[in-house]
């Protein structure tokens, strides 16, 4: 379980102190994927880049729960997987070099360990044949494909997604969020999700949350009926969609 607790998250100029997220708290539970919606500058990508352990705190907590064991969220204890917007990737390593980097920096890659395992993942996001290629000989699908298999190769306690699909075009992101799905279904790591998509957030999120336009205040939240599903025809996924638009208009 993940449990933020009265986090307040700040950005100082020379000219003042700017207050980004004001007092926030939520629980996630194991499993969950909570996605994210809200304007521009609200403090999404604020609060993930402090998930991350990037970004340092003003006040508050924010705790991991594995078991009965409780402890500050920590990227040296923890399995924080990060897929970014620009996909993160180095340019002068190869694909499996990618993949393989976090693995390695944690000191966990080692050959007696899960290659069916690793290569399942390969297959499943179907970047097994481009595994030698450098970033700049792939196309934006296999950009992101990369990235999600780095993600999930880390078997990640957390995994935070910021706008990954945004730079792909319609029918690429379809297909990305598709083959993320399949992966994300057979292992649910704790997930959340920020963007500015709604169906995104209908297809994406087990829970979903629009937060305020400024102070990182949640203005509203629900369980989703429809995740994994897009229904444009079903009267009740367009009131849905327009229930959460009007929030984030709000």
């Known amino acids: 379980m993940l449990n933020i607790n009265d986090l307040s ?3 100082q100029s020379r000219q003042a102190i700017n207050p980004v ?3 926030l708290s939520f629980q996630l539970q194991k499993g969950e994927a909570l996605a994210i919606l809200g304007p521009s500058g609200c403090g999404k990508s604020t609060l993930i880049n402090a998930l991350a352990g990037s970004l340092p705190i003003e006040s508050g907590t924010i705790e991991y729960t ?7 969220l920590d990227p040296k204890l923890h399995k924080i997987g990060l897929i970014p917007q620009n996909f993160g990737l180095l340019p002068w390593k190869t694909v499996k070099e990618n993949c393989l ?8 890659y080692h050959k007696s ?3 069916d395992d690793i290569n399942q ?4 996001l179907n970047i097994h044949n481009i595994l030698d290629k450098y970033p700049n000989e792939l196309s934006g699908g296999q950009l992101q494909r990369t990235a999600i298999a780095r993600a999930f190769l ?3 306690d957390l995994l935070l997604m910021d706008e990954p699909f945004s730079a792909l075009d319609a029918i690429t992101r379809e297909e990305a969020r598709e083959l993320f799905l399949k992966v994300w279904a057979n292992r649910r790591p704790t997930t959340i999700l920020v963007t500015h998509s709604i169906e995104e957030a209908l297809y994406l999120g087990t829970i979903i949350y629009v937060m305020a336009a400024q102070g990182g205040d949640i203005n509203y939240q629900m369980k989703n009926p429809y995740f994994g599903e897009i229904d444009p025809e079903h009267t009740d996924y367009l009131t849905t969609k327009q229930l959460l638009r009007e929030q984030l208009i709000t």
């Not at 980097?101 to 966990?108: A, D, H, M, T």
């Not at 993942?121 to 499943?124: G, K, P, Q, R, V």
């Open 9 to 11: 998250i700040h950005y």
């Open 21 to 23: 997220i004001r007092h």
């Open 66 to 72: 594995a078991g009965e064991q409780s402890s500050p």
């Open 101 to 108: 980097l976090p693995l390695k920096i944690r000191k966990e």
């Open 113 to 115: 360990r899960g290659t």
């Open 121 to 124: 993942i390969y297959e499943a």
């Open 154 to 156: 880390l078997k990640p």
